[in-house]
Every structure is written in C-alpha cells, then in structure tokens.
C-alpha cells in the first residue's frame, strides 16, 4: 500500500504542450524546462524524457550533482543554475566528474563573480557557460559595474580568444514579487517592474556584445525566469536583437487539475473517548475514529516552508495555525468526505495517523484518501497513469 500520485497523462500533456508552443509564441524561442531538486514530486528521469518529448534543445538542473541524471536521457544541453565557484570544495569533484563524462560539452555553467570566471579562463580545458547577473533578488551575480568590468578584462578576452570559455549569455532571474526598486529605463516604458528590469539587463548586454572585438563574441542571448507571456512578449519588442531563453518548471509541470495524491488507508480504530493513541499518547475527540493512511515525513508530509504572509489575511491565519500548533492540534494535508482532517500526532516517516469525529462515514483498509500537498517537498512511492 502507498503514498501514490496519479496522472491524468493527457490533460498533463497538453497542458505541457500548450506551455510550451505559449513560451514560444512570446519569446520566439523555444521553452527551458527546468529539471530540478525532487523533480517537483514527479522525478528528474520521468521529466527528462517529458522534456524530449516536447523537443527541449535545453533543460535547466539547480546544481552539478544534478546533471548525471539527466543527462543519461537525450541530447540536450544542460544549463546548472547553481553559481559555479572553485571555492565549493564540496562541488568540486562533482564538476571534475562532468568535466571528464561524454556529456561534459552539453553542460553550460552558472558563473556569478569574476573570481569563478577567470578560474576558468585561465584554467584547463575548454567550458560553456553564463554570466549571470545581480536582479532585485540579490542572491547571486554581478552588478553592472561588476559585469562591464568582466566583459573589458583582458584575462576574459584571452580565454575566449583560446576557447577555454564560450559565453552563452546573461542570465537574468527575477523574483516572483514585482521588483520593488526597479525603476523604467529613461526614456522608455516598456510595461510591469519586471519587463523594466528585464530590459535594463538586455539593453546593457546587447550594446557590449554587438560591439564585441576578438574572438568567439558571448552570444546575444538573455536567459530568464518568472515572466508571464505578456511581460515575456513586452520585453522581445523591446530589444528585439536579443534572444530570450526562458525558463520554466512550476507553471510547466504543475498542472494541479492533471495531478492527483493519495494515501492509502492501512488501518482504522473506532475508538472510545479517552483512548491514548500513537508515540506521545494524545487522546482525540469523543468516539472518534482513527485511520492509519499511507503518507509520512518521508514523502514530504508534515513538512512545509516558512509562509510569506504578505497580507493581514495571511498573517492572521499563519498566527492561527501557530496557535494551533502549539496547542498541540495540526490539520493534516488528507481529505476525507471533502474535508480536511486532524492529525493525531506530527507524522510517523512512512505513515500518518489521523481521526474523524463520530458521525462522519469511515473509510475501508485499502481506500484512498486525497492529500494536498506540495510537490516540491513530495515524494511518491508510485506514479500512476504515465507509460
């Protein structure tokens, strides 16, 4: 018995197909799935082929210990949006590995500082990579001081001049929020914060490629993420020299309608008031029923990221839930009869213990009972309904 997620392969697939042909619509260039993490619930071997499939030229992994699996599928090239550094010892044989796998020319690195790129100027061999730049989410990259003063470094010319780095663009990753500091280019209104900041980027990129002088010029080619198709469209007309690559994996693969998580009911304990139950001996509600279902901390159950709570609304309920918590009470993500129900206690790693109030009809051993959960946290141990 499991903790199953079923597909509805056709609505997931046209929902793919119609992301995809979107994308490309808008951007006039083909879609980047990005692959990465748990592969969001579905598994980054399942999705690789998904994305051969849709005829992806380029799928997008989030570090180097990604790329050997999916890289085993097709022929595409593989974009690592984790920075590249020489720093990481941890990643460093990682990056050797691929430097000596047949794949290694299909794998095109995140480079974030002049530090890691000149290391691979100066250094052995012959690599593909971006720059990528520092957006109003001040993770990683350059400024654009810090990016002009890369692209004029003599080291940087040699190193292309060499082919020990081939640039393959700039890499812009935006926020999910609107840019709260971005203001319009001077002269120009070209649509939403994100479109401003976008622009901004591609107008500097544009202007210092297309004057390029030496060998093996960086591609004029702008890499982004979290635009919708308008603001994708808005920015393609308004630097129109430049390729837009954008990258795509929640709004790609996470069809909701098409997806569908479950838990098996494994046990059921009608049980009468008082009755101690589970590994810290908590009672439930009068005559309640306990059932045992498929599901735990192993699958992702029970887990969840810091809210946002961007609004008085959310902050309310998140004030609520904690309330709750430390009372000891947590709605599990199970649904029974349209309603979501209690846990008795945290999840076990493979199972969780839930009840039901008297008077609500009880599930059979071997029934199903929904859950809603996010995926990039899931785990399945079966994926029903795709070939």
Request: glycine share 10%; proline share 6%; hydrophobic share 45%.
């Given at each position: 018995m499991a903790f199953a997620l079923t597909v509805d392969a056709q609505r997931w697939r046209d929902h793919q197909d119609a992301v995809s042909s979107s994308v490309a619509r808008a951007s006039g260039a083909p879609l980047v799935p990005v692959i990465k993490g748990n592969g969001y619930g579905l598994g980054q071997s399942l999705l690789t082929r998904e994305a051969v499939r849709l005829g992806a030229d380029t799928v997008a992994v989030g570090t180097v210990f990604e790329v050997a699996e999916v890289a085993a599928t097709g022929t595409h090239d593989i974009v690592v949006l984790e920075p590249f550094d020489p720093r990481d010892s941890f990643a460093r044989d990682a990056w050797w590995q691929v430097g000596q796998a047949l794949h290694s020319g299909r794998v095109i690195r995140t480079v974030s500082s002049l530090e890691s790129l000149l290391a691979l100027a100066e250094g052995p061999g012959s690599v593909r990579l971006l720059?990528?730049?520092?957006?109003?989410?001040?993770?990683?990259?350059?400024?654009?001081?810090?990016?002009?003063?890369?692209?004029?470094?003599?080291?940087?010319?040699?190193?292309?001049?060499?082919?020990?780095?081939?640039?393959?663009?700039?890499?812009?990753?935006?926020?999910?929020?609107p840019p709260a500091d971005e203001t319009e280019p001077k002269g120009v209104t070209v649509g939403t914060a994100k479109v401003c900041e976008v622009v901004r980027w591609a107008g500097l990129w544009w202007a210092e490629t297309d004057v390029w002088s030496g060998h093996n010029s960086p591609e004029s080619r702008v890499w982004?993420?979290?635009?919708?198709?308008?603001?994708?469209?808005?920015?393609?007309?308004?630097?129109?020299?430049?390729t837009l690559r954008l990258r795509s994996g929640t709004r790609l693969w996470l069809d909701?309608?098409?997806?569908?998580?479950?838990?098996?009911?494994?046990?059921?304990?009608?049980?009468?008031?008082?009755?101690?139950?589970?590994?810290?001996q908590r009672t439930g509600p009068k005559?309640?029923?306990?059932?045992?279902?498929?599901?735990?901390?192993?699958?992702?159950?029970?887990?969840?990221?810091?809210?946002?709570?961007?609004?008085?609304?959310?902050?309310?309920?998140?004030?609520?839930?904690?309330?709750?918590?430390?009372?000891?009470?947590?709605?599990?993500?199970?649904?029974?009869?349209?309603?979501?129900?209690?846990?008795?206690?945290?999840?076990?790693?493979?199972?969780?213990?839930?009840?039901?109030p008297a008077g609500v009809v009880v599930p059979a051993v071997g029934d199903r009972l929904d859950a809603d959960v996010r995926f990039t946290t899931s785990r399945f141990d079966a994926i029903l309904g795709l070939d």
């Open positions: 720059l990528e730049a520092q957006t109003s989410m001040h993770r990683f990259g350059m400024d654009e001081a810090e990016l002009l003063r890369a692209l004029a470094d003599p080291r940087v010319h040699e190193g292309l001049a060499r082919g020990r780095i081939f640039i393959e663009g700039l890499s812009v990753h935006l926020p999910i929020a982004v993420s979290h635009l919708d198709d308008a603001e994708l469209a808005a920015v393609a007309a308004a630097v129109p020299d430049v909701r309608s098409a997806l569908h998580a479950a838990g098996t009911v494994l046990a059921v304990h009608p049980l009468p008031t008082g009755t101690h139950v589970g590994y810290r005559d309640g029923t306990l059932v045992v279902v498929s599901g735990g901390t192993a699958h992702g159950i029970g887990l969840s990221a810091p809210t946002p709570a961007a609004s008085v609304r959310q902050r309310v309920v998140t004030a609520g839930t904690g309330a709750l918590d430390a009372a000891g009470r947590a709605l599990s993500p199970f649904r029974w009869q349209g309603k979501q129900r209690w846990f008795a206690e945290p999840p076990h790693q493979h199972v969780s213990m839930i009840w039901l």
